[in-house]
């Protein structure tokens, strides 16, 4: 049997099923005007699609929860637009169409770690570590004398991503990337 949650006990983060779309709440505001019923203002995000919208509902309207499961994963390899992850623990592969993890794979190196999230049995989406550590495949040298506050250069990753690094940073330098922002933290 499905739980449910009402609408009054909505909170960001959590998970529910809608016109049979997955949804997670980004933001939420109880209303409790002078005249009239109380009421929920939400931003809602649909998890397979990404796409964001804002209703607002009645707070006894009821939904059933969904139960989103994540696990940690290897990248494999791809294969065309087939991107296989290996499951750390049954050692299965598990094949994901390109959009669903094109994203986060800027920052994943072949046999890096993800995280894999599934709704009923089935992968929708992948997300990289926060921080990781890559090597810079190709970058111009800085120029000498160059002591300007804040002067970058385009650095490229082993995975094919370019981000601005400080001239200091050479060529075959690994460094530590924010994965959030794309942005070069600090030299390892």
Do not use: W
């Not at 592969?93 to 986060?104: S, T, Y």
């Not at 089935?122 to 300007?148: D, Q, R």
Request: aromatic share 12%; with cysteine.
């Amino acid at each position: 049997m499905a739980d449910f949650i009402l609408a009054g006990d909505f909170r960001k983060g959590i998970t529910f099923e809608m016109d049979g779309k997955v949804m997670t709440i980004v933001d939420f505001l109880h209303v409790k005007p002078g005249k009239g019923a109380a009421f929920v203002r939400t931003k809602l995000r649909n998890v397979i699609s990404g796409g964001v919208i804002e209703m607002t509902f009645n707070p006894t309207d009821k939904f059933p929860t969904a139960h989103i499961e994540r696990k940690t994963m290897s990248y494999s390899y791809n294969d065309g637009d087939l991107y296989y992850f290996m499951d750390n623990e049954t050692f299965d592969m598990i094949p994901l169409n390109k959009e669903a993890c094109e994203e986060a794979l800027q920052f994943v190196p072949e046999n890096g770690e993800v995280t894999v999230s599934f709704y009923n049995g089935n992968p929708f989406s992948v997300e990289p570590p926060n921080f990781v550590e890559l090597k810079i495949v190709h970058s111009e040298p800085g120029v000498k004398g160059n002591t300007t506050t804040n002067a970058t250069k385009p650095a490229t990753l082993e995975t094919g991503y370019t981000l601005n690094v400080p001239l200091f940073v050479n060529e075959g330098d690994t460094i530590r990337v924010d994965t959030r922002t794309g942005s070069y933290m600090s030299r390892v």
